[in-house]
């Protein structure tokens, strides 16, 4: 298990009922009414005649709401009277356990075989594990697609064959269940593409866009991407409905051009798209960068990056995009930055001034150069559209966008400092009398000692890409607000120098000869350079001020 404080599976069962409101109701209040689980959305399609659900919380208790919402559904759904536009073999069709803080994949494999395990023994129905739950298993039923041909309708005939023997329960058909598919994977994005358009020419398009081609011999052109073709009923439109297995490989942005290049090929309009279930931020904030980069685009605050990706996207064509709703860093709460970070001014100061070790002076550093490179950015921005200055606006856009992802990568770090500090004094307190005792505290000792040494490390070398910007708003900075610039530099020279004391105390600890060289020259550079450059910009001002 990781270390991190917050501990969060999530887990998104897929159920074969999108119609029945009764139904997809006391699925989703089986999962609700499980001690420490929290339902984040319910995605009821009625032509696929599908429901997705998505919940999180800690391995135990996903675990158990996943076996809660299956025992509801195995009472009320009958896969004999099934039908629907989506590929299925079972009432619980797929249900998938995914990391999302404080775990690891090998944390929800764990989740997905006592899930397997216990739903194969309780409900006596077949159960397949898939994707990293599946290692080990034979090539050729590793992967959804692969367990899932043939469908419900060739379960009978699949089962009685040595090769496609259940990893849990009965190796026998369950007429009203089906089978059901579980295993941890990577984080994905479900994503549709809606088109005025046939279900054959949305297919034609998932055919030649999806990873699997047509076959062996005609393979699509996305990475890592699963695709089908159908049409909504509901709504009277077609969909290249997709899976994004790794939104890092195939981002949202490329799905959605390839879609569009694709239909125009065939005259075919693109009405919009939309998001089943959800997404992570940062699939969000690429295809941000994506349109940011290619339109020339000046955009600072997360906020408006995910609002041009609802627009570019046209994700709420078919129901509102709600980003409070739909991504799931927002719906858990998860917060990049700490409790220190995150509260306020006054409780922050007053934990520095307790009686407590942490936070210490490296917390408060990385405060300090947060809010130089924060000022920075502020005098930027009040430079950045005047009027008076316009002809700047070039200079502006190339001086802010850097102050201000500063500010945001050193913020993390007044946290990351206290747990550092915390992480090494409780590894100096593990027990030492046997061998194996001793080489355990050693290894956690080590490890707490470099991140004590990591931290202000990247502080002083996140600080060293400010200069220059610095230097550009001290020669041509909004000259009302270039008082501010000057207590930035002086915020951020400080951080530097606090990070430098907080490298060379711990610095003294570590026995690695070569280590503590390769530190302190860098160390000593990047002092050097913050001594310079500091001094740089503050005559730069002065001199603009003498001038009147």
Same mark, same amino acid.
């Given at each position: 298990?990781?270390?991190?404080?917050?501990?969060?599976? #999530?887990?998104?069962?897929?159920?074969?009922?999108?119609?029945?409101?009764?139904?997809?109701?006391?699925?989703?209040?089986?999962?609700?009414?499980?001690?420490?689980?929290?339902?984040?959305?319910?995605?009821?399609?009625?032509?696929?005649?599908?429901?997705?659900?998505?919940?999180?919380?800690?391995?135990?208790?996903?675990?158990?709401?996943?076996?809660?919402?299956?025992?509801?559904?195995?009472?009320?759904?009958?896969?004999?009277?099934?039908?629907?536009?989506?590929?299925?073999?079972?009432?619980?069709?797929?249900?998938?356990?995914?990391?999302?803080?404080?775990?690891?994949?090998?944390?929800?494999?764990?989740?997905?075989?006592?899930?397997?395990?216990?739903?194969?023994?309780?409900?006596?129905?077949?159960?397949? %594990?898939? @994707?990293?739950?599946?290692?080990?298993?034979?090539?050729?039923?590793?992967?959804?697609?692969?367990?899932?041909?043939?469908?419900?309708?060739?379960?009978?005939?699949?089962?009685?064959?040595?090769?496609?023997?259940?990893?849990?329960?009965?190796?026998?058909?369950?007429?009203?269940?089906?089978?059901?598919?579980?295993?941890?994977?990577?984080?994905?994005?479900?994503?549709?593409?809606? %088109?005025?358009?046939?279900?054959?020419?949305?297919?034609? $398009?998932?055919?030649?866009?999806?990873?699997? +081609?047509?076959?062996?011999?005609?393979?699509?052109?996305?990475? *890592?991407?699963?695709?089908?073709?159908?049409?909504?009923?509901?709504?009277?439109?077609?969909?290249?409905?997709?899976?994004?297995?790794?939104?890092?490989?195939?981002?949202?942005?490329?799905?959605?051009?390839?879609?569009?290049?694709?239909?125009? @090929?065939?005259?075919?309009?693109?009405?919009?798209?939309?998001?089943?279930?959800?997404?992570?931020?940062?699939?969000?904030?690429?295809?941000?960068?994506?349109?940011?980069?290619?339109?020339?685009?000046?955009?600072?605050? @997360?906020?408006?990056?995910?609002?041009?990706?609802?627009?570019?996207?046209?994700?709420?064509?078919?129901? #509102?995009?709600?980003?409070?709703?739909?991504?799931?860093?927002?719906?858990?709460?998860?917060?990049?930055?700490?409790?220190?970070?995150? +509260?306020?001014?006054?409780?922050?100061?007053?934990?520095?001034?307790?009686?407590?070790?942490?936070?210490?002076?490296?917390?408060?550093?990385?405060?300090?150069?947060?809010?130089?490179?924060?000022?920075?950015?502020?005098?930027?921005?009040?430079?950045?559209?005047?009027?008076?200055?316009?002809?700047?606006?070039?200079?502006?856009?190339?001086?802010?966008?850097?102050?201000?992802? *500063?500010?945001?990568?050193?913020?993390?770090?007044?946290?990351?400092?206290?747990?550092?500090?915390?992480?090494?004094?409780? *590894?100096?307190?593990?027990?030492?009398?046997?061998? #194996?005792?001793?080489?355990?505290?050693?290894?956690?000792?080590?490890?707490?000692?470099?991140?004590? $040494?990591?931290?202000?490390?990247?502080?002083?070398?996140?600080?060293?890409?400010?200069?220059?910007?610095? %230097?550009?708003?001290?020669?041509?900075?909004?000259?009302?607000?270039?008082?501010?610039?000057?207590?930035?530099?002086?915020?951020?020279?400080? +951080?530097?120098?606090?990070?430098?004391?907080?490298?060379?105390?711990?610095?003294?600890?570590?026995?690695?000869?070569?280590?503590?060289?390769?530190?302190?020259?860098?160390?000593?550079?990047?002092?050097?350079?913050?001594?310079?450059?500091?001094?740089?910009? %503050?005559?730069?001002?002065?001199?603009?001020?003498?001038?009147?």
């Amino acid at each position: 298990m990781s270390s991190s404080s917050a501990v969060i599976v #999530e887990c998104v069962p897929n159920f074969s009922e999108g119609r029945r409101r009764d139904v997809i109701d006391a699925i989703a209040d089986a999962i609700r009414r499980t001690s420490g689980c929290q339902l984040l959305d319910v995605d009821a399609g009625h032509s696929t005649n599908r429901t997705v659900y998505t919940f999180v919380g800690p391995p135990g208790p996903v675990v158990e709401g996943a076996l809660n919402a299956a025992r509801a559904a195995s009472v009320a759904i009958d896969m004999r009277e099934h039908t629907g536009e989506h590929p299925r073999m079972g009432a619980l069709d797929v249900c998938p356990f995914v990391p999302v803080a404080g775990v690891t994949m090998d944390d929800c494999v764990r989740c997905s075989r006592e899930f397997g395990r216990r739903l194969g023994e309780e409900l006596h129905v077949p159960v397949f %594990l898939y @994707e990293a739950s599946a290692h080990g298993a034979a090539l050729h039923r590793r992967t959804l697609p692969q367990i899932r041909e043939g469908e419900y309708e060739q379960l009978p005939s699949k089962l009685k064959q040595e090769e496609w023997r259940p990893d849990y329960g009965p190796g026998e058909f369950v007429p009203r269940w089906g089978a059901t598919v579980t295993g941890a994977r990577s984080p994905l994005v479900a994503y549709n593409v809606n %088109l005025l358009a046939t279900k054959q020419q949305a297919h034609r $398009i998932a055919l030649n866009l999806r990873e699997q +081609g047509r076959g062996p011999k005609a393979p699509g052109r996305l990475k *890592a991407v699963k695709a089908i073709g159908w049409y909504l009923q509901e709504t009277d439109l077609a969909q290249v409905s997709m899976n994004l297995t790794d939104y890092k490989t195939t981002p949202l942005h490329v799905a959605f051009e390839e879609c569009c290049r694709e239909a125009s @090929e065939l005259s075919l309009p693109v009405v919009g798209s939309e998001v089943v279930g959800l997404l992570p931020l940062e699939a969000v904030l690429m295809a941000a960068e994506h349109y940011i980069n290619k339109e020339s685009l000046f955009v600072l605050q @997360e906020s408006q990056k995910v609002r041009l990706v609802v627009d570019r996207l046209r994700l709420s064509s078919v129901s #509102e995009f709600k980003p409070e709703e739909k991504i799931i860093e927002y719906r858990v709460g998860s917060n990049k930055t700490g409790p220190l970070a995150s +509260g306020s001014v006054r409780s922050f100061v007053e934990s520095l001034g307790s009686r407590t070790p942490a936070p210490g002076g490296g917390s408060a550093s990385a405060c300090v150069a947060s809010m130089g490179a924060a000022l920075g950015s502020m005098v930027g921005l009040l430079t950045y559209g005047n009027k008076k200055y316009e002809n700047l606006d070039g200079k502006m856009r190339a001086a802010i966008r850097p102050l201000h992802a *500063a500010m945001h990568s050193l913020l993390p770090l007044i946290d990351r400092d206290t747990l550092a500090f915390e992480a090494y004094m409780s *590894a100096l307190k593990l027990p030492h009398s046997t061998a #194996e005792e001793k080489k355990r505290r050693s290894e956690a000792v080590l490890a707490g000692l470099q991140e004590a $040494i990591a931290v202000p490390l990247e502080l002083m070398r996140v600080a060293s890409e400010c200069w220059p910007h610095l %230097l550009v708003l001290g020669l041509h900075g909004n000259i009302t607000a270039i008082s501010d610039l000057q207590v930035g530099v002086l915020c951020l020279c400080a +951080g530097v120098r606090g990070a430098a004391s907080n490298v060379f105390i711990n610095l003294k600890l570590a026995t690695d000869t070569a280590y503590v060289e390769s530190v302190t020259l860098e160390v000593d550079r990047l002092i050097a350079e913050c001594e310079e450059n500091s001094s740089r910009v %503050l005559q730069v001002v002065k001199d603009r001020l003498s001038a009147g």
